[in-house]
């Protein structure tokens, strides 16, 4: 049996969040006060029912509303060191944390205010917690790639302090494709490469991802399932995939969690990790989506433990520091 102080008492990496989603109710309503920026919401009950959503876009939506309660970077600041905390409790000792730029310099929120605010979190958390982390800059797909571009030269100074980029927000109608040459351009610059795909979008996206974009890593990737051949490719290439299976019953990727193929993924060779993507809205850290999966699909602790090796060894540590924390 798979116990909660099993799945939590084993060292793992979060290498699928987005620090905007991990916005708590609560602290939405601290923020909300403190920069007095209203909120169309009444109470942390009310805010908590809103969040009922059909697919992907009805996320999309709130979550970019919520976000305008962040200001300055004692906001990010705080905000980030809610999650490490958080995720410290359930045995993350390194997260990889997506941030989405435009999502704050499109309503006037410096580019430094942002960064700065994670990156001094980043450091209490490696002397409080003894947390390692580092951050993944997403472009937002929904967006043009002329803006992807101004984002990356926007974060030209903090680059040493980025590790990689990603790609989020609307998937369908935005293929992987529309930013090969921003990817390009970033892969120039020694940073690596993930992007959303598979998650609402065809496996054509994915195929995208691999042969467009070159990722070193696919978030999501569930659809990847539905073509043999590129299910194939991604065991071959023991490509990661981040699955987030509280986000995937969320957003109704699946219909319910006993349909969640992690096992499949598994047993098909493929390199899964275990994540939480938007913990505030989704209903748990990484530790409920491990326990959630442990339940509705009959994982073993060796499976459990696989999990949890895939994500050191799929994050984006240099190969001799993740060996070290296996
Ligand atoms: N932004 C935050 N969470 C996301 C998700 N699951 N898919 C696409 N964009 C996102
Ligand atoms: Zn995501």
């Known amino acids: 049996t ?30 909300s006060k403190r920069n007095g920026i209203d909120i169309p919401y009444a109470s ?45 409790a359930d045995g993350v000792i390194h997260a990889e944390l997506m941030f989405d730029p ?21 450091k209490q958390a490696e002397e409080e917690l003894g947390m390692s982390s580092l951050l993944i800059l997403c472009f937002l797909r929904h967006l043009s790639e ?26 369908v109608g935005h293929p992987p494709i529309k930013f090969a040459q921003v990817f390009a351009a970033a892969k120039e610059k020694g940073l690596k490469i993930t992007a959303h795909a598979g998650e609402e979008g065809p496996p054509e996206y994915v195929w995208q991802a691999l042969d467009q974009l070159h990722v070193d ?8 399932l539905e073509d043999e051949k590129l299910t194939e490719r991604l065991g071959e290439e023991q490509m990661t995939l981040t699955v987030c299976p509280l986000s995937n019953l969320k957003l109704c990727v699946i219909d319910d969690i006993k349909d969640h193929p992690i096992d499949r993924m598994l047993e098909a060779g493929l390199k899964a990790t275990l994540n939480s993507d938007d913990p ?9 989506n ?31 520091k993740a060996a070290a924390l296996v």
């Open 102 to 122: 435009q999502t704050h310099t499109d309503r006037g929120i410096a580019f430094e205010e942002v960064i700065e605010g994670l990156l001094s979190a980043r």
């Open 146 to 171: 002329e803006a992807a571009f101004e984002t990356l030269k926007m974060a030209e100074p903090w680059i040493e302090h980025i590790t990689a980029v990603g790609l989020d927000s609307s998937e």
């Open 217 to 224: 890593r696919i978030d999501h990737g569930n659809r990847a």
């Open 280 to 288: 505030a809205y989704f209903g748990g850290y990484v530790g409920d």
């Open 2 to 31: 798979v116990t909660d102080d099993f799945i939590r008492g084993l060292p793992k990496a979060e290498l699928h969040l987005h620090i905007e989603g991990s916005l708590e109710p609560e602290l939405m309503f601290e923020l």
């Open 290 to 320: 491990y326990r959630a999966v442990v339940d509705a699909r009959g994982l073993s602790r060796d499976d459990v433990i696989a999990l949890a090796r895939n994500s050191f060894t799929g994050s984006f540590l240099p190969a001799d």
């Open 44 to 88: 942390v009950e009310e805010v908590k029912a809103a969040y009922d959503f059909s697919r992907l876009q009805d996320f999309l939506d709130i979550y970019y509303a919520g976000a305008n309660v962040l200001q300055t970077r004692a906001d990010f600041h705080d905000m980030a060191m809610a999650y490490f905390r958080r995720a410290a």
